[in-house]
């Protein structure tokens, strides 16, 4: 999951995946800025957070847990 420390939408999805229990790596924009253009590349825009499974992407950009956990459904199966 591409995130920064800044963004509340990042710490909704951290704690919706924790809860969850499910395992994700974090890679920090601000620490990794090369990350930036994969998130580009990915979603058109720089978008966080943005989760990447097997090559597919998704953002949780405003963030909706019913969005984001129907989306995370569809990035899993």
């Known amino acids: 999951m591409y995130t ?9 999805a951290k ?19 090369e990350a930036v253009q994969t998130v580009v590349a990915a979603r058109g ?11 597919k992407f998704i953002d949780g950009n405003h963030f909706n847990v019913e969005q984001f956990a129907k989306d995370l459904a569809t990035l899993l199966a």
């Open 45 to 55: 825009k720089r978008v966080l957070p943005t989760l990447e499974y097997k090559g």
């Open 15 to 33: 704690r919706y995946l924790a809860e969850k229990g499910i395992p994700f790596n974090e890679i920090d924009i601000e620490e990794h800025p």
């Open 4 to 12: 920064a420390t800044w963004c509340g939408d990042c710490r909704a």
